[in-house]
C-alpha cells in the first residue's frame, strides 16, 4: 500500500503493550481513569440470537468491533476515504468527540476512550477524575493537538499499562505486531450511529437511530457491524474472526 494511505503509526513513536481483548481488562482501565463502576465492558456472543443477547444490559452506550485488518478492509477504507476531506472539529458544539490514534498498538485504548468521551456514557465520568480532566482539555483542541495530549498524557500512559499487565493471558511486547483492530460505535445526542476509528480522517456517521434505539439495535447493527461483516463475507476472505464488547450498566 502506498505510504500515503497507510494510517499505521510510524514505527519510530510511542508504542504501548496491546491491550487484552477482554472485558474486565477494559473496565478496569476506564474505572482506573474516573468513568463510574455504574457502567462496564461486557461480551455480546452474537447478535443474531435474541436469546444470547437478552443477557446484555441495555440500553448499550458503545459497541466496539474487534477484528483483524484485512485487505477487503483496508480496499474499502482507502475507497471511502479517497474523497472525504480531514476531520477538523473541536469545540463544546462537536457533535462526537474523536481521537486520531498516534501511539502505536493504542487502538484499543483509542476506541474505549471514543466509548467513554461520547453518548450518555460521558456524563458516567467522576468529577476530578483524570478522565475529567483529559475530556475537559480535548474538547477545545483541534485533532492533531487533541493527539498530542493523549500522546503526552501520563495518565493515560500508567492506566494502559496497569491495565494491559491484568489480562488473562500473558501481554505481548510492545514492539510487536498485533494485527487485531478496535473500531467503536456511539449514538450521539442527536441519534446519530457514528463508527470511531483513530486510524480515519475522522468520525463516520452511519445514520440516524430513533430516540429508543441503542447501539445494539437491529437498526444499528444493520448501520454499522452487519455492513462490515457482509463486506468480509462476500470478498471470500475466509479470516471472519471477530468480536464484540458492550458499554452498558454494570450488573453489580
Known amino acids: ?62 459497541l466496539l468491533l474487534i477484528f483483524p485488518v484485512s485487505e477487503t478492509y483496508e480496499k474499502f477504507r482507502v475507497q471511502e476515504d ?18 486520531k490514534q498516534t501511539i502505536g498498538n493504542a487502538c484499543g485504548l483509542i476506541g474505549l476512550l471514543h466509548g467513554v468521551s461520547n453518548g450518555t456514557a460521558r456524563t458516567h465520568i467522576e468529577p476530578d477524575s483524570s478522565l475529567a480532566k483529559l475530556l475537559d482539555d480535548a474538547i477545545p483542541l483541534k485533532p492533531a493537538e487533541r493527539a498530542d495530549l493523549l500522546y503526552e498524557s501520563q495518565a493515560l500512559e500508567s492506566a494502559h499499562q496497569s491495565a494491559a499487565a491484568g489480562g488473562d493471558t500473558s501481554a505481548p511486547s510492545a514492539d510487536d505486531n498485533v494485527d487485531l483492530h478496535y473500531v467503536c460505535f456511539v449514538k450521539s445526542q442527536t441519534n446519530h450511529l457514528w463508527e470511531m476509528d483513530g486510524r480515519r480522517k475522522g468520525p463516520l456517521d452511519r445514520g440516524q437511530l430513533s430516540a429508543d434505539e441503542d447501539v445494539l439495535s437491529e ?18 476472505g475466509g479470516d471472519l474472526r471477530f468480536s464484540l464488547i458492550v458499554l452498558a450498566e454494570s450488573l453489580d
Open 82 to 99: 479517497k474523497d472525504r476531506p480531514v476531520y477538523d472539529g473541536s469545540g463544546p458544539d462537536e457533535e462526537v468527540i474523536w481521537y
Open 219 to 236: 437498526k444499528a447493527l444493520d448501520l454499522g457491524v452487519r455492513s462490515f461483516l457482509k463486506r468480509e463475507a462476500e470478498a471470500g
Open 1 to 62: 500500500m502506498a505510504e500515503e494511505q497507510s494510517p499505521d503509526v510510524p514505527r519510530s513513536r510511542k508504542r504501548f503493550i496491546p491491550l487484552e481483548n477482554n472485558p474486565e481488562v477494559m473496565s478496569s482501565l476506564v474505572h482506573n481513569l474516573g468513568l463510574s463502576k455504574k457502567l462496564e465492558f461486557h461480551d455480546v456472543f452474537s447478535i443474531d440470537e435474541p436469546e444470547l443477547l437478552s443477557f446484555v444490559p441495555r440500553p448499550a452506550y458503545a
